[in-house]
């Protein structure tokens, strides 16, 4: 099993930053990819990054591209979401998962962190 755990939301101003931390414990030794999903309220969870474990190549979703970057720790099992630029639409539950070596989808979640971009 795999346990995440995420940090660092909070509530901003238009234009400001936040840095999202995620914490990955357990067994965590087939890590395949890492990424970062979020829920806005009435709408459907959706794909904002991805970063590879071994080589650290890394996925964006449109909407985020040039504000938003992901980045990894491997010794430290950690990934991290640095969000420039924020805008009100940002806001939402921050969710961070992680893929295993020879799974296609998402097996493991954690428990989301609230940003909230007033403007």
């Known amino acids: 099993q795999v346990q995440l755990v995420e940090s660092g939301g909070g509530l901003v101003q238009a234009g400001g930053s936040l840095r999202l931390s995620c914490a990955a414990s357990g067994r965590t030794f087939n890590i395949n990819t890492m990424g970062w999903f979020r829920q806005a309220p009435g709408k459907r969870r959706e794909f904002v990054t991805s970063?590879?474990?071994?080589?650290?190549?890394?996925s964006y979703a449109d909407s985020v591209k040039g504000r938003f970057t992901i980045s990894r720790d491997n010794a430290e099992n950690m990934v991290y979401l640095q969000i420039n630029s924020l805008k009100p639409e940002d806001t939402a539950v921050y969710y961070c998962?992680?893929?295993?070596?020879?799974?296609?989808?998402?097996?493991?979640w954690g428990p989301g962190t609230q940003v909230t971009v007033s403007s």
């Open positions: 970063i590879t474990w071994s080589d650290g190549s890394t």
């Open positions: 998962a992680l893929r295993v070596l020879g799974v296609g989808a998402y097996k493991y």
